[in-house]
């Protein structure tokens, strides 16, 4: 019988500087620092294996050991010819599939089609006859991980992360209008009004009844409105610059409660709004750098229940950093220790904060630090990138090498449109002419060296830019070269490099639906529907891109046919599951020695990681024409419970950081804002599609089936960023072109 499984005190000035340089250089950063009308594509290209970075022994990391679970074996699996006989397979009648879906699996020997399903386990069956047996596949796995990284995420955030930055937020603004009291000089209490009006903004964002000071109020409820209205950009009302308001829009897992779409708010302003060391305008740079000193050193005169605020800051920012990543901006750490040198001799805060000399003396000092690598606001082509972007902010947004590549893969690094119309989807119309104002995920697989996925966007005329060629060959050699230890830097990196064997070529010795080229696309495809997952979860912390405003052989052992009930498959990625079981033990052992993690947590890590060891045995076991047991095959066919179990949390947990929206796999997350059209590039997972596929098992032919993503790329007003709730509910774009080499109606 087939059963289908469901799925504060004040402060003298006067001690200002001495507490600003005691904290001196602490170990903070050691510590953790739609698509295109689908146009020909090229032929197959020969099978190679490419050549991707590999971590071949023990890390220690800043944060915890990383151990490797590689795979090493040669594949030489048992399979069959193309095109495959449909009237051969043992189970043929249990299948009905529409004419152009059985076209594709006679030619292919797979195929995927659309279904309603919200969640992947549903789509995963327990049959003790074998008539429908179970393909694990790899996006079912991965699908897995990010559920476990995003509620891991969330339990950190809403148990540690949210009651320690209202602390620290009411604790510096007690400090701050304490010192602003005491203050003389004119010039000194109008930077230190914007500094408290800058806290002030934060503090009402936490706490909506909060009254700032009337010598603020005007300008702090202005902020207010501006950011609860987030949908567009506008000169600040306290720091007078451009910013992006729609960028507060709570998306991502932000939107399941008030703590989350407040703490959201917060952190987006913390990490956005920034202090300027580099303007055209001296006198405006010097204030800039005041007001970042002032802010820093009440941090360092600040005590919360006995703790240093400091301390309390690290608390927050140290385990973002092993979520996400180090800050691209100048920080807290940063200022220290520069106001350590230059302040050394310094008695009277005051004295020194309006000595212009030294001022200049500090702002030189944070001139040769690294300039961001990301450009998160919209800037004109006209205007200096490091004037307008390098800056001190009180919680930086991250680093994160997708970002990266996307910042140089748009206008101006590549420039005007080379091909002739229609025009590609990466295509803008701008003042310069038609440039490249939108990246595409295609780029990061490119990127990372999937040679498929440049083919794609050569074949759509998304290449076909001034320059384009030679920052993205430079962006290859730069990622393939990296040192192994990058890789596992944080859990950001490390998901990546999960990611990396997706791209491999399959060649001889695997299965020979994986030696097709329409299922390069399929990894690609699953390549892609996982880092949209990993988008949608760092959605706050990673630092967005912006484009530029533009101006003017078989063998092995041969196995008895298994009983029929013992039928099933996985997805024969060993490298993918051992790579998330040392990312499941990696993402465990720091959390857990941290305190952050419920015993709830520590325990579906430890599954997560033995699920990916035992899927990781029996695919090397089909690789190499081994013989699966009784007990294999039935953990293939349990699978659905397995996953279903893994990614269930107690009523006690999801009642505090989930909601109904959690009941669908659908999420979304824009990753990129062009600002010449003002128009914002989405990443995006449908319901799953329902991966067929003609496997060979102990001799016999046979249908198994198992779920796959759907992934959807196009672009959106940036007035309205969309949420996982309006997405839920919206129909969904055309599908990238790439897929109908592997996606058929059913």
Do not use: C
Not at 591 to 614: A, F, H, M, P, W
């Amino acid at each position: 019988m087939n059963k289908k499984i469901p799925l504060i005190g004040g402060m003298v000035v006067s001690t200002l500087i001495l507490a600003f340089i005691g904290v001196g250089v602490w170990y903070l950063f050691n510590a953790g620092q739609g698509g295109a009308k689908p146009a020909p594509l090229p032929k197959p290209e020969p099978i190679i294996q490419e050549n991707f970075p590999l971590i071949k022994a023990s890390l220690q990391t800043e944060f915890a050991a990383y151990t490797p679970n590689p795979s090493s074996i040669t594949p030489s699996a048992e399979s069959y010819s193309l095109p495959v006989d449909l009237e051969k397979l043992a189970n043929k009648s249990e299948y009905a599939v529409s004419d152009a879906a059985r076209t594709l699996l006679t030619k292919n020997g797979f195929v995927a089609t659309p279904t309603y399903s919200d969640t992947m386990t549903d789509l995963y069956t327990y049959d003790e006859t074998g008539n429908h047996p179970n393909f694990v596949t790899t996006d079912s796995i991965l699908h897995a991980f990010h559920i476990l990284y995003d509620f891991s995420l969330r339990h950190v955030e809403i148990n540690k992360f949210y009651p320690e930055i209202k602390q620290l937020t009411a604790a510096l603004l007690g400090t701050a209008l304490g010192d602003y009291k005491t203050l003389q000089s004119t010039g000194l209490k109008q930077i230190a009004e914007k500094d408290i009006a800058y806290l002030a903004v934060a503090q009402k964002l936490l706490n909506p009844d909060y009254e700032p000071p009337a010598f603020v109020a005007d300008k702090v409820n202005q902020e207010i409105d501006l950011i609860s209205w987030h949908n567009r950009m506008q000169a600040s009302p306290i720091f007078g610059y451009d910013e992006d308001y729609s960028q507060y829009t709570p998306r991502g897992h932000y939107t399941r409660n008030e703590d989350f779409q407040r703490y959201f708010k917060t952190m987006m302003w913390y990490g956005r709004m920034q202090f300027r060391n580099a303007l055209d305008d001296q006198a405006q740079t010097r204030d800039e750098t005041r007001a970042a000193i002032l802010l820093v050193g009440w941090m360092n005169n600040t005590k919360i229940d006995e703790k240093d605020a400091i301390d309390v800051w690290k608390d927050i920012y140290q385990p973002t950093v092993f979520f996400v990543g180090k800050s691209d901006d100048l920080t807290i750490a940063d200022y220290s220790g520069i106001g350590q040198t230059i302040f050394a001799d310094s008695k009277d805060a005051t004295t020194v904060l309006l000595d212009n000399k030294k001022i200049d003396q500090f702002i030189e000092e944070t001139k040769k630090l690294p300039s961001p690598k990301i450009t998160s606001s919209f800037i004109q082509d006209t205007q200096n990138a490091q004037s307008a972007t390098k800056a001190f902010r009180f919680m930086g947004q991250r680093f994160i090498p997708d970002s990266y590549m996307f910042q140089n893969l748009v206008y101006p690094k590549v420039t005007n449109y080379t091909g002739n119309d229609p025009r590609p989807f990466t295509a803008v119309q701008s003042q310069a002419g038609i440039v490249r104002g939108f990246p595409r995920g295609l780029d990061v697989a490119a990127v990372l060296g999937s040679k498929r996925a440049a083919a794609i966007l050569e074949g759509e005329k998304d290449s076909a830019y001034t320059n384009y060629a030679v920052v993205a060959a430079k962006l290859r050699d730069e990622f393939l070269t990296l040192p192994q230890e990058q890789y596992a830097e944080n859990l950001y990196w490390n998901w990546l490099y999960a990611l990396l064997p997706t791209l491999s070529i399959k060649g001889v010795g695997y299965p020979i639906f994986m030696q097709q080229q329409s299922w390069r696309d399929k990894d690609l495809n699953s390549f892609l529907g996982s880092w949209t997952e990993l988008r949608h979860d760092t959605i706050l912390y990673a630092k967005q891109s912006y484009t530029f405003g533009a101006g003017a052989a078989p063998g092995g052992q041969d196995f008895v046919k298994p009983p029929k009930k013992d039928r099933g498959y996985v997805e024969p990625n060993p490298e993918v599951y051992g790579r998330l079981a040392a990312l499941a033990e990696y993402m465990n052992e720091d959390l857990s020695n941290r305190n952050l993690l419920s015993e709830e947590y520590v325990k579906k890590l430890n599954e997560l990681e033995q699920v990916n060891t035992t899927l990781k045995g029996i695919a090397e076991k089909e690789l190499t024409n081994r013989a699966l047991g009784a007990d294999e095959y039935k953990y293939i066919r349990e699978i659905g419970g397995t996953l279903a179990t893994l990614v269930d949390f107690s009523s006690e947990e999801t009642e505090k950081i989930a909601s109904g929206t959690d009941e669908k796999i659908d999420v979304i997350a824009d990753v990129h804002t062009d600002g010449n059209s003002s128009q914002v590039l989405e990443e995006g997972i449908g319901k799953p599609f329902r991966l067929l596929v003609v496997v060979k098992n102990g001799g016999e032919l046979y249908y198994a089936s198992g779920p796959l993503f759907s992934y959807y790329e196009f672009k959106q007003p940036l007035s309205d960023r969309l949420t996982d709730e309006k997405w839920q509910e919206m129909e969904k774009p055309p599908l990238p072109s790439f897929t109908t080499s592997f996606v058929r109606e059913e």
